[in-house]
Protein backbone atom coordinates (compact mmCIF):
# COMPACT_ATOMS: atom_id res chain seq x y z
CA UNK A 1 0.00 0.00 0.00
CA UNK A 2 1.58 3.65 -0.46
CA UNK A 3 1.31 5.63 2.13
CA UNK A 4 2.81 8.96 3.57
CA UNK A 5 3.53 9.30 7.25
CA UNK A 6 4.28 13.07 8.97
CA UNK A 7 4.52 12.02 12.40
CA UNK A 8 4.91 15.58 13.69
CA UNK A 9 1.60 16.78 14.04
CA UNK A 10 2.84 20.43 15.35
CA UNK A 11 5.76 22.12 15.98
CA UNK A 12 6.49 25.47 17.42
CA UNK A 13 10.39 27.44 16.86
CA UNK A 14 11.07 30.86 17.77
CA UNK A 15 12.04 33.03 14.40
CA UNK A 16 15.37 32.26 13.02
CA UNK A 17 15.87 28.99 14.33
CA UNK A 18 16.15 26.37 12.10
CA UNK A 19 13.50 23.23 11.79
CA UNK A 20 13.14 20.41 9.66
CA UNK A 21 9.62 18.80 9.21
CA UNK A 22 10.22 14.93 8.88
CA UNK A 23 8.25 12.42 6.29
CA UNK A 24 8.25 8.71 5.53
CA UNK A 25 6.92 7.54 2.72
CA UNK A 26 5.80 3.61 1.39
CA UNK A 27 5.60 2.38 -1.75
CA UNK A 28 6.40 -0.81 -3.76
CA UNK A 29 6.72 1.21 -7.18
CA UNK A 30 10.19 1.90 -8.64
CA UNK A 31 8.96 4.61 -9.84
CA UNK A 32 7.23 7.52 -7.95
CA UNK A 33 7.31 11.29 -7.12
CA UNK A 34 7.47 12.83 -3.76
CA UNK A 35 5.62 16.31 -3.19
CA UNK A 36 6.14 19.28 -0.49
CA UNK A 37 3.42 21.70 -0.17
CA UNK A 38 2.34 24.48 1.88
CA UNK A 39 -1.36 25.45 3.45
CA UNK A 40 -1.37 28.86 4.83
CA UNK A 41 -4.00 29.96 6.93
CA UNK A 42 -5.63 31.31 4.15
CA UNK A 43 -6.21 28.05 3.39
CA UNK A 44 -4.86 27.28 -0.18
CA UNK A 45 -2.34 24.91 -1.35
CA UNK A 46 0.79 26.05 -2.76
CA UNK A 47 3.25 23.26 -4.19
CA UNK A 48 6.96 23.96 -3.39
CA UNK A 49 8.56 20.91 -4.44
CA UNK A 50 8.42 17.82 -6.57
CA UNK A 51 11.63 14.94 -6.49
CA UNK A 52 11.36 11.71 -8.81
CA UNK A 53 12.61 8.63 -7.21
CA UNK A 54 15.65 8.32 -9.52
CA UNK A 55 17.05 11.90 -8.26
CA UNK A 56 18.57 11.40 -4.92
CA UNK A 57 20.44 14.96 -5.15
CA UNK A 58 19.37 17.63 -2.31
CA UNK A 59 17.58 20.21 -3.86
CA UNK A 60 17.86 24.06 -1.97
CA UNK A 61 16.23 27.17 -2.24
CA UNK A 62 16.88 29.90 -1.02
CA UNK A 63 15.90 29.00 2.38
CA UNK A 64 14.55 25.64 2.04
CA UNK A 65 16.08 22.76 1.52
CA UNK A 66 15.30 18.80 1.09
CA UNK A 67 16.44 16.10 2.11
CA UNK A 68 15.29 12.76 0.37
CA UNK A 69 17.08 9.15 1.30
CA UNK A 70 15.90 6.42 -0.60
CA UNK A 71 18.00 4.02 1.96
CA UNK A 72 15.32 5.56 5.01
CA UNK A 73 12.14 6.16 2.50
CA UNK A 74 12.33 9.41 3.79
CA UNK A 75 12.01 13.12 2.22
CA UNK A 76 12.63 15.69 4.88
CA UNK A 77 11.96 19.50 4.38
CA UNK A 78 14.29 21.74 6.17
CA UNK A 79 13.57 25.77 6.68
CA UNK A 80 16.61 27.84 8.03
CA UNK A 81 16.57 30.84 9.56
CA UNK A 82 12.52 30.37 10.13
CA UNK A 83 10.05 33.47 9.68
CA UNK A 84 6.51 33.73 10.97
CA UNK A 85 5.27 33.85 7.54
CA UNK A 86 6.87 30.19 7.31
CA UNK A 87 3.90 29.36 9.53
CA UNK A 88 1.54 26.95 7.68
CA UNK A 89 0.71 23.33 7.57
CA UNK A 90 3.13 21.79 5.19
CA UNK A 91 2.20 18.24 3.62
CA UNK A 92 4.32 16.04 2.07
CA UNK A 93 2.77 13.61 -0.49
CA UNK A 94 3.25 11.08 -2.83
CA UNK A 95 2.22 9.66 -6.45
CA UNK A 96 3.71 6.76 -8.20
CA UNK A 97 3.10 5.05 -11.45
CA UNK A 98 6.01 7.15 -13.05
CA UNK A 99 3.41 10.21 -11.11
CA UNK A 100 -0.13 9.13 -12.88
CA UNK A 101 -2.01 8.58 -10.05
CA UNK A 102 -3.52 11.36 -7.58
CA UNK A 103 -1.79 12.27 -4.51
CA UNK A 104 -1.86 10.66 -0.93
CA UNK A 105 -0.93 12.98 1.37
CA UNK A 106 0.43 12.73 4.76
CA UNK A 107 -1.42 14.51 7.88
CA UNK A 108 0.24 17.65 7.63
CA UNK A 109 2.83 19.35 10.08
CA UNK A 110 1.46 22.59 11.56
CA UNK A 111 4.42 25.05 11.70
CA UNK A 112 4.29 27.81 14.16
CA UNK A 113 7.00 30.57 14.22
CA UNK A 114 7.12 32.61 16.80
CA UNK A 115 8.44 36.13 16.64
CA UNK B 1 0.99 33.50 -13.79
CA UNK B 2 -2.06 30.92 -14.05
CA UNK B 3 -3.64 29.71 -12.00
CA UNK B 4 -6.60 26.92 -10.75
CA UNK B 5 -9.75 29.48 -9.83
CA UNK B 6 -12.80 27.67 -7.51
CA UNK B 7 -16.04 28.83 -7.28
CA UNK B 8 -17.43 29.98 -4.60
CA UNK B 9 -15.23 30.90 -1.65
CA UNK B 10 -17.63 29.69 0.54
CA UNK B 11 -20.98 27.94 0.48
CA UNK B 12 -23.95 26.98 2.91
CA UNK B 13 -26.10 24.68 2.59
CA UNK B 14 -28.70 22.44 3.94
CA UNK B 15 -28.61 19.14 4.55
CA UNK B 16 -30.33 17.24 1.62
CA UNK B 17 -29.61 20.08 -0.75
CA UNK B 18 -27.64 20.00 -3.99
CA UNK B 19 -24.74 21.46 -4.60
CA UNK B 20 -22.20 22.07 -7.57
CA UNK B 21 -18.46 23.18 -6.82
CA UNK B 22 -16.84 24.92 -9.67
CA UNK B 23 -13.33 24.87 -11.28
CA UNK B 24 -11.89 26.88 -13.90
CA UNK B 25 -8.81 24.58 -14.15
CA UNK B 26 -5.31 25.95 -15.83
CA UNK B 27 -5.86 26.69 -19.42
CA UNK B 28 -4.43 23.38 -21.55
CA UNK B 29 -3.80 21.38 -18.52
CA UNK B 30 -5.14 17.95 -19.44
CA UNK B 31 -5.32 16.22 -15.67
CA UNK B 32 -8.40 17.22 -13.52
CA UNK B 33 -8.77 16.19 -9.76
CA UNK B 34 -11.22 17.24 -6.88
CA UNK B 35 -9.67 16.63 -3.62
CA UNK B 36 -11.36 17.09 -0.08
CA UNK B 37 -9.91 18.25 3.92
CA UNK B 38 -12.17 17.91 6.70
CA UNK B 39 -11.45 20.55 9.01
CA UNK B 40 -7.87 19.80 10.71
CA UNK B 41 -7.73 16.45 8.67
CA UNK B 42 -5.75 15.84 5.94
CA UNK B 43 -6.70 16.58 1.77
CA UNK B 44 -7.97 13.22 0.62
CA UNK B 45 -8.26 12.37 -3.11
CA UNK B 46 -11.89 12.09 -4.57
CA UNK B 47 -11.66 11.47 -8.47
CA UNK B 48 -9.44 12.23 -10.94
CA UNK B 49 -11.25 13.41 -14.65
CA UNK B 50 -8.69 12.88 -17.91
CA UNK B 51 -10.00 12.84 -21.76
CA UNK B 52 -13.59 13.56 -20.41
CA UNK B 53 -14.41 10.48 -18.44
CA UNK B 54 -13.32 9.88 -14.79
CA UNK B 55 -10.09 7.74 -14.90
CA UNK B 56 -9.99 7.11 -11.08
CA UNK B 57 -12.12 7.39 -8.07
CA UNK B 58 -11.92 6.66 -4.51
CA UNK B 59 -14.36 4.80 -2.01
CA UNK B 60 -15.49 8.23 -0.67
CA UNK B 61 -16.75 9.39 -4.36
CA UNK B 62 -19.99 7.46 -4.41
CA UNK B 63 -23.51 7.81 -6.09
CA UNK B 64 -23.73 11.03 -4.37
CA UNK B 65 -20.70 12.49 -6.43
CA UNK B 66 -20.78 13.30 -9.66
CA UNK B 67 -18.35 15.62 -12.03
CA UNK B 68 -18.43 17.42 -14.98
CA UNK B 69 -16.65 19.33 -17.40
CA UNK B 70 -18.84 20.86 -19.48
CA UNK B 71 -17.79 23.57 -21.71
CA UNK B 72 -13.99 22.97 -22.39
CA UNK B 73 -13.16 25.04 -19.48
CA UNK B 74 -15.29 24.39 -15.99
CA UNK B 75 -14.87 21.44 -14.50
CA UNK B 76 -17.46 21.36 -11.39
CA UNK B 77 -18.15 19.05 -8.21
CA UNK B 78 -22.08 18.23 -7.48
CA UNK B 79 -23.63 16.88 -4.38
CA UNK B 80 -26.57 15.18 -4.86
CA UNK B 81 -27.88 15.38 -1.70
CA UNK B 82 -25.71 16.64 0.92
CA UNK B 83 -25.02 15.51 4.65
CA UNK B 84 -23.45 17.01 7.77
CA UNK B 85 -20.09 14.93 7.29
CA UNK B 86 -19.43 16.65 3.50
CA UNK B 87 -18.86 19.84 5.70
CA UNK B 88 -15.07 20.28 4.39
CA UNK B 89 -12.50 22.09 1.95
CA UNK B 90 -12.93 21.00 -1.03
CA UNK B 91 -9.65 21.27 -3.82
CA UNK B 92 -9.75 21.02 -7.50
CA UNK B 93 -6.56 20.49 -9.11
CA UNK B 94 -5.01 20.11 -12.47
CA UNK B 95 -2.28 19.25 -13.82
CA UNK B 96 -0.55 19.38 -17.79
CA UNK B 97 0.68 16.12 -19.60
CA UNK B 98 3.76 15.06 -19.40
CA UNK B 99 4.17 16.77 -15.70
CA UNK B 100 3.61 15.09 -12.44
CA UNK B 101 3.09 18.63 -10.30
CA UNK B 102 -0.54 19.31 -10.00
CA UNK B 103 -1.81 22.72 -8.92
CA UNK B 104 -4.43 23.44 -6.42
CA UNK B 105 -7.18 26.17 -6.63
CA UNK B 106 -8.06 28.25 -3.33
CA UNK B 107 -10.72 25.85 -2.26
CA UNK B 108 -14.12 26.34 -1.17
CA UNK B 109 -15.08 25.58 1.92
CA UNK B 110 -18.60 24.00 2.46
CA UNK B 111 -20.44 24.34 5.07
CA UNK B 112 -23.51 21.88 5.95
CA UNK B 113 -25.93 22.66 8.35
Known amino acids: AQKVTQAQTEISVVEKEDVTLDCVYE???????LFWYKQPPSGELVFLIR??????QNEISGRYSWNFQKSTSSFNFTITASQVVDSAVYFC????????????FGKGTRLSVIA | EPEVTQTPSHQVTQMGQEVILRCVPI?????FYWYRQILGQKVEFLVS????????KSEIFDDQFSVERPDGSNFTLKIRSTKLEDSAMYFC???????????FGQGTRLTVV
Open chain 1, 51 to 56: RNSFDE
Open chain 1, 93 to 104: ALSWNSGNTPLV
Open chain 1, 27 to 33: TRDTTYY
Open chain 2, 49 to 56: FYNNEISE
Open chain 2, 93 to 103: ASRPGGKTEAF
Open chain 2, 27 to 31: SNHLY
